[in-house]
């Protein structure tokens, strides 16, 4: 396909980019794909540990991070997990529901990834890898993207790059370059879906490194009720990556170590078994090495039963209410996704082309848009990915 053939060019052949492509296949549209690497879907490849978790069914608008809330509900609500199941189904790849809502193939992400560059190439697209983009120019309400193979042209151009996080896999900020170049505003971009590193008197948590335990994770309003994981940077685990996305320097991560107690059963364990000691209620409930940090740091010694009311009740309410100070993340290198991105403000939520700039499109974690772990993000690449395919 030469450049002149092609109805639209679409940068970045991951999971919105091959979306994209496949279904303007369908509808009739030549699609070009450049991307980057030497082959498409590289971070489908070993998405949930290779498995892909493909979409969430509890899928809802307000599981998604941005400036602006309502932005992500048009596309999510008309491109649905339903919608990519059957696909899934239609392909005939086996799935099943690991928990939460998570559906993942039984086999391997390689089914998914075949999948859509099949639907691109049934559908008469061409996906060129190894394309090193060295421009793009706007001229005539038409989009010329130059790379090492020569010069392309369409009238529409689809910004699917993805964003910056694990940059040894090649992730770049390019989507914001590019954004910037037509003048589109971005979003500080953030590290999201990320380990979060102690410094401090926290330190000593560190020692914990490798202790997984179920906590109730909060900043501000948001909670997660997931595992957490102590690690030799700090802490990390499904609960804490969820809260990161909404943690901001400075602020405190509260943990719940015991999220099942009521506030008062320090007190009732006093009655029911006086002799016992903070250290053995905890081991009881937690693991050991967390159980003896965690009485050691409280430091209530010896047994229940001369312990006031009062110090035991603060107790309780300091192992709900862990506070945590994070001293960073463990940044782009480790962030499953990044936050922020090419700002929904100058893009429309029917057809994420740039109102500013027609036949310019922005889709997937290029733009912001951040969903939580658990499927999420795959699916915000579909719908975003199908909503600019209705329109290109
Ligand atoms: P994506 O990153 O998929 O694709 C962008 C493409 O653009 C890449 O192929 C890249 O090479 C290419 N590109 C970049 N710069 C370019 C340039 N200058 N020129 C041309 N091409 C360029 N989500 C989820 O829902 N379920 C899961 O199980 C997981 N698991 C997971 C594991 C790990 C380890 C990571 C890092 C991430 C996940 N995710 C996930 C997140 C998910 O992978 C991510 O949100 C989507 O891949 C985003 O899709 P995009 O198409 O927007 O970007």
Known sequence: MTGTEADAIILGAGAAGLMCAAQAGLRGRRVLLLERAGRPGKKILISGGGRCNFTNIDTAPDRYISANPHFAKSALSRYTPQDFLALVEDRGIAWHEKTLGQLFCDGSARQIVDMLVDGVVQTGGTIRCDQQIAGVDHADGRFRVTTQDGSFEAPALVIATGGPSIPKMGATGFAYDLARQFGLKVVEPRPALVPLTLGGEDVLFRELSGVATEIVARTGKTAFREAGLFTHRGLSGPAILQISSYWRHGEAVAVDFLPDRAPGWLVDAKRSTPRA????????????????????????????????????????????????????????????????????????????????????????????????????????????????????
């Open 277 to 392: 000691t903070m250290r053995s209620l905890l081991k009881d409930a937690l693991p050991d090495r967390l159980a003896v940090t965690l009485a050691e740091r409280l430091a209530l010694e010896g047994e229940l039963a001369n312990l006031p009311d009062a110090r035991l009740n603060a107790a309780a309410a300091q192992l709900s209410g862990w506070r945590f100070i994070p001293n960073g993340t463990e940044g782009f290198a480790k962030a499953e996704v990044t936050a922020g991105g090419i700002s929904t403000a100058e893009l429309s939520s029917k057809t994420m082309e740039a109102k500013r700039v027609p036949g310019l499109y922005g889709i997937g974690e290029a733009i912001d848009v951040t969903g939580w772990l658990g499927g999420y993000n795959f699916q915000w690449a579909w719908a975003s990915g199908w909503a600019a395919a209705r329109s290109i």
